[in-house]
């Protein structure tokens, strides 16, 4: 081929690239499809193209049909920054996701920079909504709000002696550094203070050094693979200690892990479950999802990810424009009240959600996480 | 003084894993020189084939617990004996005369391989043994106990004690000693060195695969890359008590168990692993060929 010819050839298929673009509103949907968090990739993919295909019933967005544009993170950091640069460049206007904070983190300069607004579902940590970003917005809430909401917890046992658990990780430290400061406030003693190593699969030397230091409750920060052993081997050694877990403890492969035996009693912070979403919204949603998938959602990251779906449908709506900062102006200005499935939702002018949204739920002896008034 | 006990204990209980991992490490070493990188992955494939083989036959449900745990284990040992022998004949025999980097470099990209393919087949998630074990406790000097947690110590003793005198009382574990300490000269003595490599990828790869299957059905859970982090924790055992040495191998395996535990009670938990390692360290500055290792010259 000679140079001029490449040239044409080139440009014929650029041109052709954006008419392609322009028949449809492009939404990426970056999530974990594969890795240890494949599970809540797979739910965050249901939600989204259920609400996506619904839309496009109604007419789509602006006259045209939304497009989701699917990008694997793996749950992996390094994996989620090519895939959030491979979303830039397939003319996107917004990206829903993701779950896990240092995943999401990787992702949100190259998306900002790119002018696309990012609504992640999973990701808490504090330090997200901190850095100044105008595109990036989140719909579930902050490790903060959930310090808060566990310290309440624990006064509520009336604990004297607490242990702290971590796992090193930056959303458990995290919290556990949140938590630790609120009953460092309080004059509520703290026996103990320690990370654990995920990924092992013995921990009695662990909790032989947690029992001696003698807490009333332990709260342990981490995810649920590592809880599940823990409840497990807490009941091997006959130990009664009651046991508090953070909202990434919420999987009811907790369960199968720990044993319904090992397991009932044990408390954790979370986001409603979708069974205990209560809005006429939630309850005729939680029904279309079942509907199309023959059971309900089971995650409420992947229906959190659906809100971030419907807020950005709606803005786009709202301003009759794809241009980011006209949306962000919209969130942040105008959306309040929303009728999201998980309750209310408006923005900050951080992007992070206005109102409370963590709930205390306790295993019952049958294995299922029941909500506590 | 409860707590020391009852952290040798939780020690014990780890290291023995460790030890039997570290059998295969050690023996492999001692007689190709060679550090199998996949024996981590060997193991966890004989948690997983474990797993299956108990689901997918409910053997609990028609043999009777203690049955039903003897053929599995022996099933289990078998068939990770299989891709033991497997892995040696397509990964390190046409490497066997090549330069050593070689053969690590192939082991490792075993490893990887071995690994992912267990993820094609299985999933990514967790994966969880069914509960067929007694939960029960006893008192043992004292301390409340799971039965679980000495029957592991015991068939992992037993386990090494027999592998010990098989190599030091058969033919065959003479072969391999003699295959370990000169395989010129052990060829010459009419030796067939080909077929003791194998027995030693059958031996090291069985035990490895019989540590897997306690790990699942003590621990419940088990994942696809769990054996890399018992893989490291066993290779760091090996080395301790001696790579080569196979006494070494148990002694090097309870040894970490017993000082990780410790580690954890008395120092940091989040710092147990570098406890750990810091031993190794001190003690290869004091005895560069490990505990039990012999100083042996170097071969001209």
Same mark, same amino acid.
């Given at each position: ?66 497009? @989701? ?25 917004? @990206? ?6 240092? @995943? ?36 579930? /809430?902050?490790?903060?709000?959930? +310090? ?110 720990? +044993? ?10 979370? /986001? ?7 809005? /006429? ?20 990251? +992947? ?35 929303? /009728? ?34 | ?12 209980? &780890? ?31 004989? %948690? ?22 003897? &053929? ?11 891709? *033991?022998?497997?892995?040696?004949? %397509? ?8 330069? #050593? ?15 992912? %393919?267990?993820? $094609? ?43 010990? $005198? ?10 391999? #000693? ?15 060195? =080909?077929?003791?490599?194998?027995? &030693? ?14 790990? *699942? ?27 080569? =040495? ?23 938990? %989040? ?30």
């Amino acid at each position: 081929m000679t140079k001029p010819m490449r040239l044409a050839v080139a440009m014929s298929l650029l041109a052709f690239g954006s008419a392609r673009a322009a028949d449809t509103v492009k939404i990426g949907l970056m999530a974990p499809m594969t890795g240890s968090w494949a599970s809540e990739g797979q739910e965050m993919k249901r939600n989204v193209e259920l609400l996506a295909a619904e839309q496009n019933a109604r007419g789509g967005l602006l006259g045209k049909q939304i497009e @989701v544009v699917l990008e694997d993170d793996g749950g992996d950091p390094r994996t989620a920054a090519l895939a959030a640069q491979r979303l830039t460049t397939r003319g996107v206007v917004a @990206v829903i996701g993701t779950y896990g904070s240092a @995943v999401t983190e990787a992702t949100q300069n190259i998306l900002d920079e790119a002018g696309v607004i990012q609504v992640a579902n999973g990701s808490t940590a504090v330090r997200l909504t901190e850095k100044g970003l105008k595109h990036f917005f989140r719909t579930c /809430p902050r490790d903060d709000e959930q +310090g808060r909401v566990g310290a309440a917890t624990l006064e509520k046992l009336k604990a004297k002696k607490v242990a702290l658990l971590h796992d090193s990780s930056a959303y458990s430290k995290g919290l556990a550094d949140e938590i630790a400061a609120i009953l460092k406030k309080r004059n509520i003693p703290i026996a103990f203070f320690d990370a654990l190593t995920p990924k092992e699969q013995d921990y009695s030397a662990i909790l032989t050094r947690l029992k001696a230091a003698g807490p009333d409750v332990v709260f342990f920060t981490g995810y649920y693979p590592e809880a599940g052993l823990l409840l497990k081997q807490k009941k091997q050694m006959g130990w009664k200690v009651p046991f508090i877990g953070g909202d990434a403890i919420n999987n009811p492969d907790l369960v199968k892990i720990a +044993g319904k035996d090992a397991a009932a009693g044990f408390q954790f912070l979370s /986001p409603p479950v979708p069974k205990d979403l209560d809005t /006429p919204e939630a309850k005729a949603y939680v029904a279309s999802y079942q509907k199309k998938y023959g059971e309900a959602p089971s995650s409420i990251y +992947g229906v959190l990810a659906g809100d971030g779906f419907r807020v950005v449908a709606k803005a786009i709506e709202a301003t009759k424009s794809t241009d980011a900062d006209k949306l962000r102006a919209y969130l942040v200005g105008q959306l309040k009240d929303f /009728p999201g499935f998980t309750g209310k939702i408006a923005f900050n002018d951080k992007g992070d959600r206005v109102g409370e949204l963590y709930r205390v739920y306790a295993v019952d002896a049958a294995g299922n996480f029941v909500l506590q008034k | 003084m409860e707590q020391f006990f009852q952290q040798v204990t939780n020690g014990l209980a &780890v290291g023995s894993i460790y030890a039997l991992i570290a059998l295969g490490y050690t023996m492999v070493y001692g007689v190709l020189r060679l550090i199998n990188f996949a024996h981590g992955d060997l193991f966890t494939y004989g %948690a997983y084939l474990g797993m299956t083989l108990l689901t997918s036959f409910l053997l609990h449900d028609h043999l009777g617990l203690a049955l039903a745990l003897v &053929v599995l284990a022996v099933m289990v040992m078998g068939l990770v004996a299989v891709i *033991g022998v497997i892995l040696e004949r %397509a990964a390190y025999r046409p490497l066997r005369e090549s330069p #050593r980097l070689s053969a690590v470099v192939s082991a490792l990209g075993a490893s990887i391989f071995l690994q992912n %393919a267990l993820m $094609l087949v299985y999933g990514a998630r967790y994966q969880v043994y069914p509960d067929v074990l007694p939960q029960t406790t006893v008192s043992f000097l004292g301390q409340q106990m799971p039965v679980m947690r000495l029957a592991v110590v015991l068939v992992s003793v037993t386990i090494m004690a027999a592998l010990y $005198l098989f190599v030091q009382k058969t033919k065959v574990g003479t072969a391999i #000693r003699a295959a370990a300490i000169d395989q010129g000269a052990a060829r010459l003595m009419g030796i067939d060195v =080909n077929k003791v490599v194998t027995i &030693v990828f059958v031996i090291g790869p069985a035990l490895g695969g019989g540590a897997g299957l306690l790990v *699942g059905l003590y621990y419940g859970q088990i994942s696809f890359t769990m054996g890399w982090i018992y893989g490291m924790k066993a290779f760091t055992a090996a080395i301790l008590g001696g790579i080569g =040495n196979i006494p070494g191998a148990m002694v090097g395996g309870l040894l970490l168990g017993v000082v990780e535990a410790l580690g954890a009670a008395y120092l940091s938990i %989040a710092w147990k692993d570098a406890f750990a390692f810091l031993v190794l360290i001190l003690i290869l500055i004091v005895r560069p060929s490990g505990l039990l290792g012999e100083r042996v010259a170097e071969k001209v």
